[in-house]
C-alpha cells in the first residue's frame, strides 16, 4: 500500500514569490492534516480536513497561507507570498476519522527554503 | 505555550544501553500519547502509543511507561541499536482536537 505522498520534495525560492505543496493521502483516509516543522522543532499543525471541509485551520496564517482539498482526496497547500521565516519542512499527514483512531502516516515532507 | 514538554534535546547512548525520554504534559483532556521516530529526510512514523487506562505498553525494545497523577509519559529503548539513531518526538492528542508535539529529542547510539 502507498504512503502519503507529496511534491515537491525540495523547493528553494525568493521571498515575495508563491509556492504550493501538493498531497496525496493514503487511500481510504478521510481526514488529512497540513504541518510545519521548523528545524530542530516538532510539527505544528497548521489545517485539518475532513473530507472537503477544513475542520481546524486556526493556526493557518490566512493572510498568506491557504489550502484547498477537492473531492477530499489530494490537497494543495499555498504561500503568497512567501517570507524568510516560512522556510521550514511541511508535512502532511493522513489518518481514519479522527474519532475513532489516532493514528497518523506522515508523508516524507517538502522542504522550503526562502531566500 | 508548549503544550507537550519533552527532555533531553539529546541523548548520545551506548549500543546495548537503555534509552529513556520523558515527556510531560498539563490537559487533563489528552487522551491519546503516541510516540514518533524521525529520520533525517523522511517525515515522523508512529512507533508506539499508549492511552491513559494503562500504566506500562511494551512493543518489542520499546516501552512506553505512563504516570497518569504526574501527567507524565516516557520511552525506554532498550538493547539500545545504532540504527535507533534518530529524533524521536512524543505528542498528545484529545478527542477531535489537534496533535500537539514536544520538541523532540535527538538520539545517538554509539556502536
Known amino acids: 500500500e502507498a504512503g502519503v505522498v507529496q511534491s515537491p520534495r525540495y523547493k528553494i525560492i525568493e521571498k515575495k514569490q508563491p509556492v504550493a505543496f501538493w498531497c496525496n493521502p493514503i487511500s481510504g483516509h478521510n481526514t488529512l492534516y497540513w504541518y510545519r516543522q521548523n528545524l530542530g522543532q516538532g510539527p505544528e499543525l497548521l489545517i485539518r480536513y475532513e473530507n472537503e471541509e477544513a475542520v481546524d485551520d486556526s493556526q493557518l496564517p490566512k493572510d498568506r497561507f491557504s489550502a484547498e482539498r477537492l473531492k477530499g482526496v489530494d490537497s494543495t497547500l499555498k504561500i503568497q507570498p512567501a517570507e524568510l521565516g516560512d522556510s521550514a519542512v511541511y508535512l502532511c499527514?493522513?489518518?481514519?476519522?479522527?474519532?475513532?483512531?489516532?493514528?497518523?502516516?506522515f508523508g516524507p515532507g517538502t522542504r522550503l527554503t526562502v531566500t | 505555550q508548549q503544550q507537550v514538554k519533552q527532555s533531553p534535546q539529546s541523548l548520545i547512548v551506548q549500543k546495548g544501553g537503555i534509552s529513556i525520554i520523558n515527556c510531560a504534559y498539563e490537559?487533563?483532556?489528552?487522551?491519546?500519547f503516541p510516540w514518533y521516530q524521525q529520520f533525517p529526510g523522511k517525515g515522523p512514523a508512529l512507533l508506539i502509543a499508549?492511552?491513559?487506562?494503562?500504566s506500562e505498553k511494551k512493543e518489542g525494545r520499546f516501552t512506553i511507561s505512563f504516570n497518569k497523577s504526574a501527567k507524565q509519559f516516557s520511552l525506554h529503548i532498550m538493547d539500545s541499536q545504532p540504527g535507533d539513531s534518530a529524533t524521536y518526538f512524543c505528542a498528545a492528542a484529545a478527542p477531535g482536537n489537534q496533535f500537539y508535539f514536544g520538541t523532540g529529542t535527538s538520539l545517538t547510539v554509539i556502536p
Open positions: 490537559n487533563t483532556a489528552f487522551d491519546y
Open positions: 499527514a493522513s489518518s481514519l476519522e479522527p474519532a475513532v483512531a489516532y493514528e497518523q502516516y
Open positions: 499508549i492511552r491513559p487506562d494503562v
